[in-house]
């Protein structure tokens, strides 16, 4: 639970009020001049409504450079981000021809395999020319080759599922996995900080939807209890089944999920337990298998395993591993799998070749070493931050590092001048999160040498002083500490 200083609350809604206020003033002096425009649309009514895309218009057009900034090449632990302009106050922006090579702060490379690699991208390059780029088809019609059966047995084996089962996009394999799951006169409960793909899933359901305090097991008993013995709503029949989904590390906040305890509580009232290990899998754990290997959880007392091969295993879609009865039901049912074009063949051969290279199974040590390395980096850079005065949100292992900026006008001041000091970082603000939690989301990656690491922390300490986001009083280093002992004695 993020606990927002009183000043600083205070000077944030202020911010937004100004701006709110300011873009209704706008608004209205719009109306005026503009009225002309409804004779334009011959009978249509408006297709954006003036509130519906004032957020947009008002308040992410002004700051919109900070955010989708192209880059031209491998996103590696540094990358070319092209130069953009605009000539009318941020409304367009256009591309220039100008390059600025910047350390890459924002990818989710975090082992590092989204560059040219000596065992993945021989294989992937052979993959292209044996099976083309597409399949340009479903898996049930013409669109699993050998490639994704192999991938489909890799995967089951590295999660320690009985069986897996793969789609082309992550995002889409929350959104179309819960309503084949459960339905009408089922319960998901959710914790409150999920991903937007659970939350859509979710609704999509039609399944009732709680959502317990984040990361909080006692509250999740308390959710169970009371509506196992409610039951559904208006009739009180027992639900048909309950599904509990949390994630692995989450996403916004970097803190991992206290899963053994939450796999007790769902054990004691025997609801399923789904677990989405999108940022985990292949980043924690001693062999990369995730948070389960973190924290000493059996994978059998987890139902429903989900994953992403977007982050450590530089390539595109995910996966749902589980019981083989489970599996056999999803490629009858799921529409992701029946009418969705299947994974791209060089994008199975990437996956497999990665997690080879993180078993060991590559014939070297190079996986144990990105490994260690993504750890060592991950608790040295949140150790550095958090000793310089920062509010860093997340857990030790986490390569997932939040900076809290909370105002809005430190959002795009911290993302630009990180970008004048070849540092790129991703900033996220509402509705990505709460109105008042705006923050820089650092990454880390088993890429970043240790130099990298030292001249992002400098550049970020110079910025945060600049802008203001030290909320903290900063440790003395020890060369203070050792001119403090020489002046007391």
Not at 122 to 138: D, G, M, N, Q, Y
Not at 248 to 256: A, D, P, V
Request: charged share 20%; aromatic share 10%; with cysteine.
């Amino acid at each position: 639970m993020i606990t927002i200083p009183y000043l600083t609350a205070l000077s944030t809604y202020f911010s937004y009020g100004l701006l709110f206020a300011f873009g209704q003033f706008r608004d209205f002096f719009r109306k005026i001049f503009d009225w002309w425009y409804a004779s334009n649309l011959q009978g249509y009514a408006p297709i954006c409504l003036g509130l519906e895309d004032f957020y947009i218009r008002r308040l992410y057009l002004r700051i919109q450079d900070c955010f989708g900034r192209p880059i031209c090449s491998p996103p590696d632990a540094w990358f070319d981000v092209v130069e953009r302009v605009s000539n009318d106050n941020n409304k367009t922006l256009k591309r220039t021809t100008k390059v600025s090579r910047c350390l890459n702060l924002g990818s989710y490379n975090y082992l590092g395999f989204a560059a040219s690699d000596e065992y993945c991208t021989p294989r992937v390059i052979e993959s292209l020319k044996r099976f083309s780029a597409s399949t340009c088809s479903t898996r049930v019609d013409g669109g699993t080759t050998t490639l994704h059966s192999e991938l489909e047995v890799c995967v089951a084996n590295f999660v320690g599922k009985p069986a897996a089962i793969v789609f082309g996009m992550g995002y889409a394999t929350n959104s179309a996995i819960l309503p084949v799951l459960i339905g009408k006169g089922g319960l998901i409960i959710s914790d409150s900080l999920n991903h937007n793909s659970i939350v859509n899933g979710a609704r999509g359901s039609g399944a009732t939807i709680r959502v317990f305090q984040h990361n909080t097991p006692s509250h999740l008993e308390k959710v169970l209890r009371e509506h196992i013995a409610e039951g559904q709503p208006r009739t009180h029949r027992p639900w048909k089944k309950i599904i509990v989904v949390v994630e692995g590390i989450y996403s916004m906040e970097g803190e991992l999920c206290l899963l053994p305890e939450i796999v007790a509580i769902c054990k004691k009232y025997k609801a399923y337990v789904y677990l989405d290990e999108a940022h985990s899998i292949g980043a924690v754990g001693r062999t990369g298998r995730g948070v389960c290997e973190l924290l000493g959880v059996d994978t059998a007392d987890v139902d429903i395993m989900m994953g992403t091969f977007t982050k450590s295993f530089g390539s595109c879609g995910g996966y749902i591993a589980g019981s083989k009865e489970l599996i056999e039901c999803l490629k009858y049912t799921c529409p992701a799998h029946l009418y969705a074009t299947s994974i791209s063949p060089p994008a199975a051969q990437q996956i497999i070749s990665s997690i080879k290279v993180i078993l060991g199974e590559d014939g070297s040590t190079r996986g144990a070493q990105k490994l260690g390395q993504i750890r060592e980096n991950s608790n040295f850079f949140r150790s550095e931050l958090q000793k310089m005065g920062f509010e860093v949100l997340g857990d030790n292992d986490s390569p997932v590092m939040p900076i809290m900026l909370y105002n809005p006008a430190k959002i795009p001041a911290f993302s630009r001048e990180c970008l004048k000091r070849n540092v790129a970082v991703v900033t996220v603000a509402f509705p990505a999160t709460p109105l008042l939690l705006a923050r820089a989301r650092i990454c880390i990656s088993a890429a970043h040498s240790r130099d990298d690491l030292i001249k992002a922390l400098e550049v970020i300490s110079e910025v945060g002083d600049l802008v203001g986001i030290k909320y903290f009083p900063a440790e003395p280093n020890k060369e203070q500490l050792e001119e403090n002992r020489v002046k007391l004695e």
